[in-house]
Nanobody
Framework: VQLVESGGGQVQPGGSLTLSCSISGITFGSHAMAWARQVPGKGLEWLAGTYTDGTRYYSDSVKGRFTISRDNDRNTVYLQMNRLKPEDTAKYFC???????????????????????WGKGTLVTVSS
């Protein structure tokens, strides 16, 4: 199984970026997908998730600014990020797992053990 993130980079505050995550080795349409981020020295922050039926979940910190979407034909999940802030600077990871994960990872404060497969991450820097 391989997950490869792309689209990271440096952007000014207020700007936008779209991250992509291409997945191979699993039946993409049968798995839930998620985006999370991590700042060096801090824990994993769950940002957004999408189930196989298209249901989406967002953390309060990104709700209204970030949008998760999936393209089952392209085996790709996206994270559209708008109105970026300096505090959004982090390494962003995509992950694949099972439906139902969102409540578990949020209530049990799961880290990388919350999903089955992870990419290596892409760095996003928000600064002027």
């Amino acid at each position: 199984v391989q997950l490869v993130e792309s689209g990271g980079g440096q952007v000014q505050p207020g700007g936008s970026l779209t991250l992509s995550c291409s997945i191979s080795g699993i039946t993409f349409g049968s798995h839930a997908m998620a985006w999370a981020r991590q700042v060096p020295g801090k824990g994993l922050e769950w940002l957004a998730g999408t189930y196989t039926d298209g249901t989406r979940y967002y953390s309060d910190s990104v709700k209204g600014r970030f949008t998760i979407s999936r393209d089952n034909d392209r085996n790709t999940v996206y994270l559209q990020m708008n109105r970026l802030k300096p505090e959004d600077t982090a390494k962003y990871f995509c992950a694949a797992g099972s439906d139902g994960f969102w409540v578990i990872v949020i209530t049990q404060k799961k880290g990388f053990d919350g999903m089955d497969w992870w990419g290596k991450g892409t760095l996003v820097t928000v600064s002027s």
